[in-house]
């Protein structure tokens, strides 16, 4: 076996580069084969993916959620092996997929060659976990602004959240989900397809991997300390019963606004409204930690859908 790593030097200020060593020490205790290459540019993960996928090895991210996207983006085939070595600031795919944080542990998940075919959001035929518009992408406008500074990690989602609400705002947006449309004033519209969000907020709870459906959750006009209580709780996904946030579920969604907003896909800005959204069921394998595909789909038991 080898394995051919997808290296983003910047991912997490330099996090990827830190825990670099202890991947390679783990790769060499079990006599594993591997090759590093390093992205230059925005997009480059995506070119070496494709480039890599014709030697037929497994191919691994070592990065934040962009790098992982770029890469799922590169690989054409739904069979190649994808892995995952967290060391991004959110990392929220790799939480959803339960993933180990810590480098070491990490890299022993992709020797045990345990794998799940995903579903992913697909808008024009290029995949992403988690979009958002109104709220999330000004949340990442803002973390982009953060990111010469010294604060690493999620923390710096935090920050991005509680600077980005001294200007909330409300927008006029017209959401179609399956063909039926509603004209809505809400602050942030999210479309997922994992739990995770935001570098650990649990917005999504119930949200299936492998369910051929996108989840979407609507957060409607709500002031500024009602937001900050929510997420609050949404770290724990606790908040599925606020007045405020609404859940559907769709194959296809398409989010139109009556100016142009910034689209947020795993926290990069792409493109601006209108978003055309959907399911792309069991577009990508994924090596996972051993458990079953029950443990990786499991939804908690709330009435959430009005």
Known sequence: MQIKF???????RGNSLKILPRVK???EQEGVQYEILKTKYPGNGAELARRLEKSGDIIAAIGGDGTVREVINGVRSPETPIGIIPAGMGNDLARSLGIPSEAS???QNLLNLNTSRVDLGS???KL???MGVGFPAEVVGTINRYKNGFIKGSVIYLLGLLHSLTKLETYDLRLETDGEIRDLQANAVFVA????TGGGIKLIPHAGLTDGLLDVAVISEAGRTELVLALKRAYQGRHVDHPKIEFMRAKSIRIEAKSNLPKMFDGELEGVTPAELEIAPRARTIIVPPRTEEDIIKRESHRIYR
């Open 193 to 196: 397809n994992s739990k995770f």
């Open 128 to 130: 992403f976990n988690v």
């Open 123 to 125: 808008e024009r035929g």
């Open 105 to 107: 542990k990490a890299t």
């Open 25 to 27: 020490e783990r790769l």
């Open 6 to 12: 997808v290296l983003n030097p910047v991912a997490g």
